[in-house]
C-alpha cells in the first residue's frame, strides 16, 4: 500500500507560479516512474507531467516550458513547478505512478489561476 499526499496548490494570478509537493510513505525509486496528473471540474483526469527513476521527463503539450517536474528519489517526493499559469490550469492536481495505479490516488492539491 502506497499513501501519495500532495500539496501546495493554492489561489494564483494569471502569470504567477506555484510548486506543488508530492510526499509517498514508500520508496518512489522503487515504484519508478511518476507522474502528476489533474482534472479541472466537468473533465477527465488527464496526464501533465512524467519523471523516470532516472530523470528523463516528458510533458503534455499545454504545459510544455512552463512547468517542471522533478524527484528527490532520497525524501521519496515528487515536485511540479509551474509558472506562468493560465486560468485554464485551473483544476485538483494529483500524483501517481505512470501508468496510474487505482489504489494510489490521493486527494489531490487545488489549483486556482483566477485574477
Known amino acids: 500500500q502506497v499513501q501519495l499526499v500532495e500539496s501546495g496548490g493554492g489561489l494564483v494570478h494569471p502569470g504567477g507560479s506555484l510548486r506543488l509537493s508530492c510526499a509517498a510513505s514508500?520508496?518512489?525509486?522503487?515504484?519508478?516512474?511518476m507522474g502528476w496528473y489533474r482534472q479541472a471540474p466537468g473533465n477527465q483526469r488527464e496526464l501533465v507531467a512524467v519523471?523516470?527513476?532516472?530523470?528523463?521527463?516528458n510533458y503534455t503539450e499545454s504545459v510544455k516550458g512552463r512547468f517542471t517536474i522533478s524527484r528527490n528519489n532520497g525524501k521519496n517526493t515528487v515536485y511540479l513547478q509551474m509558472d506562468s499559469l493560465k486560468p485554464e490550469d485551473t483544476a485538483a492536481y494529483y500524483c501517481?505512478?505512470?501508468?496510474?495505479?487505482?489504489?494510489?490516488w490521493g486527494q489531490g492539491t487545488p489549483v486556482t489561476v483566477s485574477s
Open positions: 519523471i523516470t527513476r532516472g530523470g528523463i521527463t
Open positions: 514508500r520508496s518512489i525509486f522503487i515504484i519508478g516512474t
Open positions: 501517481n505512478a505512470y501508468p496510474s495505479r487505482l489504489d494510489y
